[in-house]
Nanobody
Framework: QVQLVESGGGLVQPGGSVRVSCAAS????????IGWFRQAPGEEREFQAA????????TYADSVKGRFIISRDNAKNTVDLEMNSLKLEDTAVYYC???????????????????WGQGTQVTVSS
């Protein structure tokens, strides 16, 4: 089992940067793929990025490639998402999630992930 808590986010201007963090507890964290998703009002939860258990493989959604950076620190049980060059359409609640069934391959579908945090709001506005 994995417990996930997101932090960071907030209000940021277009073109700005923000970092959101996911703190995990539970032994399964270090052997799980961790992903970041976002959900805007009235829309489905959307894959943003994910990182394998050993940190060797990373996948990004096309819409954030080159702007977002995902990283993990297994010693600290954290996974961060650094978001740069933010756009108005990046406004959403951002969730981290754990896929405990996979270690070295990445799934993009939200229903492949087993545990979720409560989410943190990121609002991009001038």
């Amino acid at each position: 089992q994995v417990q996930l808590v997101e932090s960071g986010g907030g209000l940021v201007q277009p073109g700005g940067s923000v970092r959101v963090s996911c703190a995990a507890s539970g032994r399964a964290f270090r052997t799980s793929v961790i992903g970041w998703f976002r959900q805007a009002p009235g829309e489905e939860r959307e894959f943003q990025a994910a990182i394998t258990a050993n940190g060797m493989t990373i996948t990004y959604a096309d819409s954030v490639k080159g702007r977002f950076i995902i990283s993990r620190d297994n010693a600290k049980n954290t996974v961060d998402l650094e978001m740069n060059s933010l756009k108005l359409e990046d406004t959403a609640v951002y969730y981290c999630a754990a896929d405990i069934q996979r270690r070295y391959t990445i799934a993009r579908a939200a229903d492949e992930y087993d545990y979720w945090g409560q989410g943190t709001q990121v609002t991009v506005s001038s």
